[in-house]
Each structure stands twice: as structure tokens, then as C-alpha cells.
């Protein structure tokens, strides 16, 4: 078997045991049994474990490091999320119930690189030969994962706050009135709350146990990733620019690219002021990182698919 | 209008506008207004990028792309509105800056404030320990200071008060501060500098001079419009390409010549190599053909020399596989003459397209040959690259190889040389009868160069560039990832003895104290000696 067809039965096997992972995912977010978290890890596991052999069996086919265009970027990027979740949030954070959520958004990810942006494993164009592509590609494919699952947990927070804002309007409407009523207030910025980063599965307060984690703790975990992918962005479009610079001869010229990678920094710059000010904490803050989820995607996609550019490496 | 209260509405105006550009509010709504009007710099084709779809944009909606025009939306990045946006960011910035970097100097100049009651901070703990509270002080505050925080100690020597994460503040004022270093670099840079291309064939030398960019070159607003006489002679130019058709690199060997003429030294203009010589940075931007082409009369030599074809495949094709097209222009015959020539470097991959059907790239020079239209009339087109043909008519048409001496008005070939390698079908043309008068027109075409074509530019700010954007990283990883702590110690003599109180909270990332703080009181209680039996519970961690 060749390298070319071992990296795309790779890649078709990683996208199968993602779709099972977020099947038994949200199995376990549905129903609370165990078994079906254990199930869903492991299965992600050998997901990201394909993933990588099919990135490496690329690697191989094509004689050199298998991210020069979009269905490269897109499989590293899918890899990446789903990395990501597994060591920040599962691992680190101790949050077991989102894991469908990020499969999800893994699973989109090949499904347009299969679909949109499928070449063979070819050689690249001399202006991509160069080390400041490994270094430029590199971080802008982990500053993307890491602020695409943030994003992720902006939209799972929105969400979240909805409903706790609903269970507490019913709370207050309820005759008579509860205890805690006039104690909660709906508005307070949702900083570090103590106890948010419990475990919520069967070792959570019985409260707790229905649905997502606590708005707080899916707050900060958006807030975690994008603090973490912003420097990173930074890093790659910087890095972009210098290989622009040696490339074409200049640092910055207002390519669709560019300018779109421009947008997206602006708008998560934004978000993490807002996040820092008062009056904005919370939903608005988090309205913000929507658009820049939505900026992300427009740099990522969609200048390749329908804004003419020097980044057209995609067609 | 001296009324002391219209005075007073004054200062609030101005108190209010600037208040008003101080605020996170303002610094946002600018922002995303930025962000709003890039997003319609890339949605609209623009002028610097791609002129050529603003015509095609301007005719096809002619209301939309008048109004446009007038706007400054097909030159969004240099509208004077995108402009306006920039600096009032700039001038909120700085507004911001100027205060919190005042702010920034007294704390650091001042120091750590001692605290009373340290049990009531969110992490606190107690434990007896050795000693007099003075020596367990010192020792606390030792521990402090290698833990890397600013400590002073309490007039009574009792006390430490301590404090981390300055860093923060300095982080996020490098940050902000280094990116009106990057706007005025980056003003500076490109608008004294300028940038172009030059096309430079084998054997030639170019020199930086404005009339000898190919009517390209952009300059820079503030520009003094000196060039620096700068030269460079094309050695040789080379390619390569995997069997694929992929092109694997292009180098353009090149000597570079002061102003007065002299070498200075030779180097390798490359894809991703730029050169950089007297200023200038030298990029490899295209490449091409240039025949070498004779052109005589019965008496004179009317022109000779290479000349530049234009590959142009339209927007699909590839552009290796198309012919290139050039043209010698004879202005001082009359009528006026002029050759149009499409050039083949490659036959046998020509004739593989010719039978597949398919067009191959022609990288190779394998038996090279020419066709070549005489026109003759008056000549309108003043530009080099074109030609007008209305007030024309052809005279002839054939083909020559290299090697070749034709007769172009009568079509016939003069001499063949020993081997020019054409194919049989190609070269299946007359030969001009042996004897009679001398051919009126010959072209010779005697050999087959290549030219390169490199980007100019002139940049002197890219350091300062490169510079301010390692600041922006550096300080945004800082004001990042360092968190501000407060911790205070107070050691009392009780009766039972001396106890340590050591109390602190954190300013960020709690929750990453709240694992700190334990491991903290842990060390200071074996510098202490606090790990004697406490004679009160002693306790430690998150209240």
C-alpha cells in the first residue's frame, strides 16, 4: 500500500471514530452513564491517533512536511481541536461533558477538506519553500484550533446563560418566593467562581448534574483558549509578514488574506478588552468573540474559496 | 463669552471629549470600525491590488462603482476615512497610555504597603514557629524574595508586605506603546521608499533610475523621488522544474555595480532569497524570453538587440505553455514597419501540444523557432509592448529559426545555418532563389536569451518594523501570562510564642493561587522552622 492511500484510509478512519466519539459524547451530556465518556475517550483517542498517521503518511507521500494547502491545513486543524480538547479540557480543566461539542466542529473541518479541498499529495510552488512556512503555517493552524474551540465555548456559554437566566426567572416567579431569589444576581461578571471547575459528572452536586457545566466555567475556559490562541495568532501573522517580506517583497499588502487574518486579530484584541472592562464582561464580551469566531472562518475559508488573492495555494 | 460659566462649558467639552476618547468604549467602537472597513477593503477589488477589476467593476455598475470611486472604496487602505480611524485610535491610545504609563513608574517607584488583619484576605494561614518575630521575618522575607517578589519590610521589623506581576502592567504598556512605534515605521517606511520591477535581460545591465522601472513603480508619499543609480548586469538566469511541469526554483545570477559603474560583488537573486545591496532589496519576480533578433535593409543595421516576449495565457492557462509575443518596430522606414514574432522555445513540446491537444509548458530550449508578421503602414501605438494594426497592412509571414537569416518581405529563408534541429514539418519553408537583388528586409535571429524580471524596493524602516513587532509579541505574552499577587507576612509574639501569620490574594488567575499559596506557606514554614507542633490549629488555603 502506498503512503498516499494509507494517509487517506487514515484520514477516513480518524473521521469515523469522530463521529463516534461525538455520538457517545453527547450520549454521556444525554443520559450521565459513565460508560459512554470512557467509550467516547478512547474512541477519540484512536481518532487522533489515525489522524496523526494519516498527517505523517502525507508527510511521506509528498516528500515534505503535509501542510502546504487547505485539505493539509484543514486535517492538521481537525487534529489539533480535538488534541487540544482532550489535554486542556478533559485532562487539565476536569470538563467531561462539551467533548461532542468540539468532535462536532472536528468533524466539519474534514468534512470540507474532503469535500472542498481535496488535492493528492503534490509538490509545492518554489514561493512556499521556505522555513517560514513551517513556522507561519505551524501557528496559524494552532492559533485556529485553539480559538475555534474557544469559540466553541462562547457559543456553548451563550447558551448555558440563556438557561440559567430562564431557571432563574422561573425561581423568582415561583409563590412564594425562594430563599435564594434576591441572593443570585443574574448580572454579576462571570469571573472565577470557586468550585466551577468541578467535575460535573457523577461526582457533581446533584444540582449540577443536568446539561452543561456552569456559564462560569464554560466562560472561562472560552476565555482559557482564546487567551492562549491570541499570542499565537499574533505570532503567526507576524511570521506571515516576514515570509511575505522575503517572498514578495513587502510585509504587508493588503492581501484578501491578510487583511482577513487583520480582521480576526482585531476583533479577538477587542474581545479580550471587553473581557478586561467593566460593563462588558459576560454576554457582550462574548458577542464579541462570536464575530471573531465568525472572521476566523472567513480567513480561513473563505477567501480561499471566493476572495482572489495571493493565498490562492487552494485551488 | 468670558462668563465664568461658558469658560467652564468649555473645559467640560473638552474634559468630556476626552474622556470620551479615553474610554475602552470609544478604543472599541474604533476597533471594529477598523476591522469593518478592512473586511470592505477585501470584499471590493482595489486599486493598488487589482486595477484591472476595478475597470471591470466601474463597467459593469456604473452607478454602485462611480459611487464607490468617489468614496475611496477601491482604495480603502489609503482613504483619508481609513486614515481618520487609524489615528483617532492612535490618539486614544496614547490618550490611555500616558496616564497608565505615569501610574506604572510611581508603583514601580514605590513600595509594597504593609496590611493590617491578614485574616481577612482570601488566602490566610498561621502557624507557630522559632524564634524571635524579627528572625522569622527575615527568613519570611527571604523566601519572598526568592520567590521573585518586590518586598518591604514593616518599620517594627515584623512585617513583610509583598508583591509579583509588575510585569503585567509593563507588558501591556510595551505592548500598546510598541505599536505607535510600528504605525510611525511603517508611515515612514513606505512613504519615503518606493518599489518597482525592472526587467533585465542576460548580458544587460539596469540601473535604479525612475524611467527605468517598467512604468510600475510605485513611490512613497514623502518620497524625495532620488533613486540611488545602483546597478545590476544580469549574469545568467536558470530555472528548474520537476519532470511535473512544478517549478522547483528560479535564480537570477547577478553582479551588482556602484553608481560610477564599478562591481561591487556578485550574488544569487533567488525565489525567498532577496538580495540586498546599496539599499535596495532585490526580489526574483518573473522571467521570460528575449531573442536576439537582426534586423537590416539593403544598406544599414535597423535594429539589434533582444527582445522582450510576454507570455500571456489568459487567466487559466499556463502560462509556460503559451508562446511568447513580442515586437520590433521600424519607426524611421517609410512606410513604417513593424515585426510582430511569436516565439517557441521548446518545438518538440510544441508539437506534442499540437498532436495531444493539450498545451504543454515549454521549459526547455529544444530547437527554437519564430513566427514572425510583417506589417507595413503607419505606426500608432506608441507603447512597446502593443501594436495597432488599423493603418497597417501584412506584408508576409514565415517563420525563422535560430541560427536563421530570412528575407521578410518576400517570406523566404536566406540561410538555415548547420543544424538548427526544427522538425521537418516546421521547417518546411522556401528558400529565397539563389542570385538576384539584395533582400530589402532580413531578419536574423542568432540566439536565444533569457531575461528576469526582479522587484525593486527601497525600504529603510523594515527594521524598525521587525523591531516593534517583537515588542508587540513580547509584550502581549508578559501582560499575558503573568499574574499580579499580594502576599503579607506579621509575626507576633504571643505568649505561647512567636506565630507567623501569612495572608495574600491574587489578582488574576485565582485559581491558579490557589494551588500557589499552599506551596508558599509550606516553604516559609520550613525557613521558619514552623514545622514544630502548632499549639493552635494551623491552617492553610482558600477561604
Known amino acids: 500500500m502506498t503512503a498516499a492511500r494509507l494517509s487517506s484510509d487514515l484520514f477516513n478512519a480518524a473521521l469515523f471514530a469522530y463521529i463516534a466519539a461525538m455520538v457517545l459524547s453527547f450520549a454521556y451530556l444525554a443520559f450521565r452513564k459513565r460508560p459512554f465518556h470512557t467509550a467516547a475517550l478512547i474512541v477519540g483517542w484512536i481518532g487522533v491517533a489515525a489522524n496523526v498517521g494519516s498527517i505523517v503518511a502525507r508527510g511521506v507521500a509528498a516528500h515534505r512536511t503535509p501542510w502546504g494547502n487547505m485539505y493539509e491545513y484543514s486535517v492538521l486543524l481537525a487534529c489539533l481541536v480535538v488534541l487540544a480538547y482532550l489535554v486542556i479540557v478533559e485532562w487539565r480543566y476536569k470538563v467531561q461533558t462539551v467533548g461532542g461539542f468540539v468532535f462536532a466542529f472536528a468533524i466539519f473541518t474534514m468534512a470540507m477538506a474532503t469535500s472542498f479541498f481535496y488535492v493528492g499529495p503534490t509538490d509545492l510552488l518554489p514561493a512556499l519553500n521556505s522555513y517560514w512556512r513551517q513556522i507561519h503555517v505551524t501557528s496559524m493552524i494552532v492559533a485556529t484550533s485553539l480559538l475555534a474551540t474557544g469559540c466553541v465555548f462562547t457559543i456553548l456559554y451563550l447558551v448555558k446563560v440563556r438557561s440559567e437566566r430562564r431557571e432563574l426567572s422561573a425561581m423568582r416567579s415561583q409563590d412564594p418566593p425562594p430563599i435564594l431569589g434576591g441572593a443570585v444576581d443574574a448580572d454579576a461578571p462571570p469571573d472565577y467562581v470557586p468550585g466551577a471547575d468541578d467535575p460535573v459528572g457523577e461526582a457533581a452536586a446533584p444540582g449540577q448534574r443536568r446539561g452543561l457545566p456552569p456559564s462560569a466555567t464554560l466562560d472561562r475556559l472560552a476565555y482559557r483558549f482564546i487567551q492562549f490562541g491570541f499570542p499565537i495568532w499574533t505570532f503567526g501573522v507576524m511570521c506571515g509578514a516576514i515570509w511575505a517580506q522575503q517572498t514578495w517583497g513587502r510585509y504587508w499588502g493588503w492581501d484578501p488574506k491578510e487583511t482577513w487574518s487583520f480582521i480576526t486579530w482585531v476583533i479577538f484584541a477587542c474581545y479580550l478588552h471587553a473581557r478586561a472592562t467593566a460593563g462588558w464582561r459576560g454576554a457582550k464580551a462574548a458577542g464579541i468573540a462570536l464575530v471573531g469566531f465568525v472572521s476566523l472562518f472567513v480567513t480561513y475559508y473563505a477567501v480561499n474559496l471566493w476572495i482572489a488573492g495571493l493565498h490562492t495555494y487552494a485551488k | ?543
Open chain 2, 1 to 543: 463669552m468670558s462668563s465664568p460659566a461658558s469658560r467652564l462649558t468649555l473645559r467640560q467639552s473638552v474634559a468630556l471629549v476626552w474622556r470620551t476618547l479615553r474610554s475602552m468604549r470609544t478604543a472599541l467602537v474604533l476597533l471594529g470600525l477598523l476591522a469593518l472597513a478592512s473586511a470592505v477593503g477585501s470584499l471590493l477589488p482595489q486599486i493598488p491590488n487589482s486595477p484591472e477589476r476595478v475597470s471591470a467593476y466601474l463597467v459593469d455598475h456604473p452607478f454602485w462603482g462611480e459611487l464607490f470611486l468617489r468614496g475611496g472604496f477601491f482604495d480603502v487602505f489609503g482613504s483619508w476615512w481609513f486614515a481618520l480611524v487609524t489615528a483617532l485610535l492612535f490618539i486614544s491610545l496614547v490618550a490611555c497610555l500616558i496616564p497608565r504609563s505615569r501610574a506604572m513608574l510611581r508603583t514601580i517607584r514605590q513600595r509594597p504597603v504593609q496590611a493590617k488583619e491578614l485574616e481577612a484576605l482570601p488566602h490566610f494561614a498561621s502557624f507557630a514557629v522559632d524564634g524571635e518575630p524579627e528572625v522569622a521575618t527575615a527568613r519570611a522575607r527571604s523566601v519572598l524574595r526568592r520567590r521573585m517578589y518586590r518586598v518591604a519590610v514593616a518599620p517594627d521589623g515584623r512585617g513583610v508586605a509583598a508583591e509579583k506581576g509588575a510585569l503585567r502592567e509593563t507588558g501591556s504598556l510595551t505592548f500598546h506603546w510598541a505599536f505607535l512605534l510600528l504605525l510611525i515605521a511603517v508611515i515612514v517606511g513606505k512613504g519615503t521608499g518606493y518599489t518597482g520591477h525592472a526587467t533585465i535581460v542576460e548580458g544587460q545591465t539596469w540601473t535604479d533610475a525612475a524611467f527605468n522601472y517598467d512604468g510600475d513603480l510605485r513611490t512613497g508619499r514623502f518620497s524625495s523621488g532620488q533613486h540611488t543609480g545602483a546597478g545590476i548586469h544580469l549574469i545568467s538566469f536558470q530555472d528548474a522544474f520537476r519532470t511535473s511541469g512544478i517549478p522547483m526554483d528560479f535564480t537570477s545570477e547577478v553582479e551588482l555595480l556602484d553608481p560610477d559603474g564599478t562591481p561591487v560583488r556578485r550574488d544569487d537573486v533567488r525565489i525567498n532569497h532577496p538580495v540586498l545591496f546599496d539599499g535596495l532589496r532585490i526580489f526574483q519576480y518573473g522571467f521570460g524570453w528575449a531573442p536576439v533578433v537582426t534586423v537590416r535593409d539593403r544598406t544599414t543595421t535597423l535594429s539589434d538587440g533582444p527582445v522582450v516576449m510576454v507570455q500571456d495565457a489568459g487567466p487559466d492557462g499556463n502560462q509556460l505553455a503559451a508562446p511568447g509575443e513580442g515586437f520590433v518596430k521600424l519607426p524611421t522606414l517609410r512606410p513604417q514597419y513593424a515585426i510582430q514574432l511569436e516565439l517557441i522555445p521548446d518545438s518538440t513540446a510544441f508539437i506534442q501540444s499540437l498532436m495531444t491537444g493539450v498545451p504543454q509548458p515549454m521549459t526547455q530550449v529544444r530547437a527554437p523557432f519564430m513566427r514572425y508578421t510583417v506589417w507595413k503602414g503607419v505606426l500608432t501605438d506608441p507603447s512597446l509592448s502593443g501594436l495597432d494594426t488599423r493603418f497597417m497592412r501584412k506584408v508576409s509571414t514565415g517563420i525563422v529559426g535560430r541560427g536563421w537569416t530570412v528575407d521578410v518581405a518576400r517570406g523566404c529563408v536566406i540561410s538555415s545555418g548547420s543544424g538548427s534541429g526544427l522538425p521537418t514539418g516546421l521547417a518546411r519553408t522556401t528558400r529565397c532563389p539563389a542570385g538576384g537583388p539584395a533582400p530589402a528586409l532580413t531578419l536574423s535571429f542568432p540566439e536565444l536569451r533569457r531575461y528576469s524580471r526582479l522587484q525593486i524596493s527601497k525600504d529603510t524602516t523594515v527594521p524598525y518594523v521587525l523591531g516593534a513587532a517583537i515588542l508587540i509579541l513580547l509584550g502581549l505574552v508578559a501582560a499575558m501570562y503573568s499574574s499580579r499577587r499580594k502576599v503579607w507576612v506579621r509575626a507576633e509574639a504571643r505568649e505561647e510564642g512567636t506565630v507567623l501569620q501569612v495572608g495574600g490574594f491574587a489578582l488574576q488567575r485565582k485559581d491558579r493561587f490557589e494551588e500557589e499559596f499552599p506551596k508558599l506557606v509550606a516553604e516559609l514554614r520550613a525557613a521558619t522552622g514552623g514545622d514544630r507542633p502548632a499549639r493552635e490549629p494551623a491552617e492553610a488555603g482558600a477561604r
